[in-house]
């Protein structure tokens, strides 16, 4: 994985419509996924523009590393 940049939503929990397909980091729903970080569970996102939400790709490692330790 990539140590700097960012990640959209689709890129995180996978997109199989997409063509190519995009396979998920992390298997969950996008409304679980949402929910995690309304709660904390999840990294929150960043705000590039009005329309574009993204998350730090050093977070989601991060929380990957933290789910892996469990």
């Known amino acids: 994985m990539a140590t700097k940049g960012f ?3 689709w890129h995180i929990i996978g997109n199989s ?3 190519p397909p ?3 980091i992390i298997p969950i729903s ?3 996924f ?3 970080v309304k709660s904390g569970k999840y990294p929150k996102p960043i705000k590039i523009s009005e329309r574009t939400t993204a998350w730090r790709v050093e977070d989601i490692e991060k929380l990957i590393a933290s789910m892996g330790a469990k």
Request: proline residues 13%.
């Open 34 to 36: 949402l929910n995690g």
């Open 7 to 9: 990640y959209r939503i």
């Open 30 to 32: 996008r409304t679980s």
């Open 22 to 24: 995009i396979p998920p």
């Open 17 to 19: 419509k997409a063509n």
